[in-house]
């Protein structure tokens, strides 16, 4: 079950939108499907992941309308203050399961810039 999320309109800002994720389901699907991952670690519990995936998706309810690049400062530091470093996945990883929540959530994950950047590199240019 790829992105179970429900989209209401909001009446007060017309572009606005309210966003609603069924998050057991989320999680059921992740426990499923979370080893065939890049960012997974071979070995780990689904249990060392949940709280991550739950701090991913409370980020992107807050900031869905806003490309994941743009906030991957914002979200670090927001993850550092909020797990031990214990009870958190290293950044790469995490970085990683972030993107795949946005994705999920069909969510931007790049501005503008950093595509012209990436279609500059790919053909071989820097980008202006």
Same mark, same amino acid.
């Given at each position: %079950?790829m992105g179970?999320?429900h989209?209401y &309109? ?5 572009? *606005?939108?309210?966003e609603?994720?069924? =998050?057991? *389901?989320e999680?059921?699907d !992740?426990r499923?499907t979370?080893?065939g991952?890049? $960012?997974?670690e071979?070995?780990t519990? $689904?249990s @060392? ?6 701090f991913a998706?409370?980020?992107y309810?807050q900031y869905? @309308?806003v490309p994941l690049?743009e =906030?991957k400062?914002t =979200?670090? +530091?927001?993850y550092?203050? #909020?797990?031990? #470093? $214990? /009870?958190r996945l290293n950044?790469?990883? %995490?970085?990683?399961?972030?993107? @795949?929540?946005w =994705?999920?959530?069909? /969510?931007?994950?790049?501005?503008? #810039?950093t595509?012209? %950047?990436q /279609?500059? !590199? %790919?053909?071989? +240019? &820097?980008a *202006?």
């Amino acid at each position: %079950m790829m992105g179970s999320i429900h989209r209401y &309109p909001v009446r007060q800002v017309e572009s *606005a939108k309210c966003e609603v994720v069924d =998050l057991s *389901a989320e999680l059921e699907d !992740w426990r499923e499907t979370l080893s065939g991952h890049d $960012f997974y670690e071979p070995g780990t519990d $689904f249990s @060392q992941y949940e709280p991550s995936l739950v701090f991913a998706y409370d980020s992107y309810l807050q900031y869905h @309308q806003v490309p994941l690049d743009e =906030l991957k400062q914002t =979200l670090e +530091r927001k993850y550092d203050e #909020r797990f031990d #470093r $214990f /009870a958190r996945l290293n950044w790469h990883r %995490m970085e990683g399961l972030l993107e @795949q929540v946005w =994705l999920r959530m069909g /969510a931007p994950t790049h501005t503008a #810039r950093t595509h012209e %950047m990436q /279609a500059g !590199w %790919m053909a071989g +240019r &820097p980008a *202006a």
